[in-house]
């Protein structure tokens, strides 16, 4: 059995320009992992906490350098020796060490940058690929991607209230061509807004993020583009969005301030997503409403669950607490999967098991502050859940991960599996 013998971290910067932190982990045999830990802008108030320094004078405060000294003097201890492959053991050493519900002591980005680079150093040393390592031998199940193709709320500063539009090639008969579809899907809406005048500047997550007219413009644009390009609107391409309800929720209301849309409340927020649903070929809601306006996410689900897939992410942050709760008050009916939400690899998988155990979809997401690291996509992979959300067709950080995804497709050969999560 390899064990570890050395764990090391590093202050590097995500695809924001901004701090975070990068692990090596290295093992008895020689082996060596990297992993590096992404960080959200958008996120939830319950959430596990992203330590950062505070130091006004480096980064504007963002620095990680207090997670990177948590890693090397109060984590690397307490795990070298350790046998890699004992994943949640040594998670559960972090969790130990840390205390807090929160991971606010340590950092969840101290403990999540181990936690993976072990998870990655036990399948180098066991020679399998990642996905094959954490999935075992069914682990076969391309992801349909859910790919960004407009930006809008914090993620961009245009008008756009909603913060993402999104592309499913869910008619593809294969992730590479899924990924071929998008991609050409958002060439065509680039010719489209320039014909138009618009901006074809790109926002956090690699979509476009014009000023539209209105929310709605957004869609009517995308149906025109996947038209553009050859596709069928509903049937080979359709359409999610993550409106990110919590960022213009405010005083019991939402505020759609950005598109000068007025104020709406609940009822009328899910009145606006049914009018979208049987105008537009939507597919999927993620966060149509406030992270803690749980009865209103079980009256979007009452309503619509039947037709179109409801998605949690801020309401339920990859917490199993959340999602049991969520589960129970019929809340939604798929969750969002961030690693760096819940802060370690099998904290993630026992939020994932409960989804399957209810019957829920669940889609592996990347987050706004990216790195080049691929985890994401062995780790999508590995849990079969066939939805990943990763960003658009521009922006290396977001393309490392469809790269790697037809690395994985392309190795699986004809065992590979690619389908349709709606079918």
Known sequence: MAKITKVSALEILDSRGNPTVRVHVA????????????SGASTGENEAVELRDGDKKRYGGKGVLKAVE?????????????NPERQAEIDGVMLALDGTKTKAKLGANAILGVSMA??????????LPL????????????????????????????????????????????????LRYGAESFHALAKLLKDKGYATSVGDEGGFAPNLGSNEEACELIVKAIGTAGYKPGKDIAIAIDPAASSFFSGGVYELSKSKSGRKTSDEMIALYGKWIDTFPIVSIEDGL??????????????????????????????????????????ANAVL???????????????????????????????????????????????????????????????????????????????????????
């Open 118 to 127: 072990v998870a990655r150093a036990a399948a180098q040393s066991a020679k």
């Open 290 to 331: 406030d992270e803690n306006d749980w009865k209103g996410f079980a009256k979007q689900t009452a309503a619509q669950g039947d037709r179109i897939q409801i998605v949690g992410d801020d309401i339920f942050v990859t917490n199993p607490e959340f999602i049991a709760r969520g589960i129970k008050e019929k809340a």
């Open 70 to 82: 948590n890693v090397v003097k109060t984590i690397a201890p307490a795990v070298i020796g350790r």
């Open 131 to 178: 996905y094959a390592y954490l999935g075992g031998v069914g682990a076969t199940r391309l992801p349909v991607p859910m790919m960004n193709i407009v930006n809008g709320g914090k993620h961009a500063a245009n008008s756009v209230d909603f913060q993402e539009f999104m592309v499913m090639p869910v008619g593809a008969p294969s992730f590479a061509e899924a």
């Open 27 to 38: 093992l008895d045999d020689g082996t060596v992992a990297v992993s590096s830990v992404p």
């Open 337 to 423: 999967i961030k690693l760096n939400q819940i802060g370690t690899v099998t904290e993630t998988v026992q939020a994932i098991a409960l989804c399957r155990k209810a019957g829920w979809a669940y889609v592996v997401s990347h987050r706004s502050g990216e790195t080049e690291d691929t985890f994401l996509s062995d780790f999508t992979v590995a849990m079969g859940g066939g939805q990943i959300k990763t960003g658009s067709a521009s922006r290396s950080e977001r393309i490392a991960k469809y790269n790697r995804l037809l690395e994985i497709e392309a190795e699986l050969g004809a065992a590979a599996q690619f389908g349709s999560p709606f079918a």
